[in-house]
């Protein structure tokens, strides 16, 4: 498998400390996120992603019965 396909499961494949992965897929990219944006439109993405999380969440979760 190429690694660019999969790019997590070849994360997971090396000898990596567990802290890693959430770290470099999740805690930092938010970081980033955070810091481009500056602190008056933080509220407004995390009120803008919980909207787009609430109307998604019945597709999602009716996929999950089919």
Do not use: E
């Amino acid at each position: 498998m190429h690694p660019n396909v999969f790019p997590t499961l070849y994360l997971k494949k090396k000898n990596n400390p567990a802290y890693f992965l959430p770290l470099l897929t999740r805690i930092i990219p938010s970081m980033a996120i955070a810091v481009a944006l500056g602190r008056p439109k933080i509220n407004l993405l995390l009120v803008t992603s919980q909207v787009v999380l609430s109307v998604l969440w019945p597709f999602i979760s009716f996929h999950r019965f089919i």
